[in-house]
């Protein structure tokens, strides 16, 4: 199994997990590891080519990054 393919399994579970946590405990600890998530997710999309999927978690990222930046103020 490559390294792409364990982060995009990584990622897929950290999304999981960061979005319980931002649901039932803390919103910057699941903005923090749905961030993360995504961001080791997209080298996998990129080298398979799913310019859908890049698309649509960098633009959950952005959401993302602003959800932190209204956290830590």
Known sequence: ?????KMRIIGSV?????????????????VTIHFLSDVISVPYFI?????DVVIMIMFLTSASVSKL?????
Not at 1 to 5: F, I
């Open 1 to 5: 199994m490559r390294l792409d393919e």
């Open 14 to 30: 950290g999304v999981v997990l960061g979005y319980i946590t931002l649901t039932h405990y803390d919103m910057l600890t699941g």
């Open 47 to 51: 080298r398979t080519k799913s310019w």
């Open 69 to 73: 930046s209204l956290g830590v103020m």
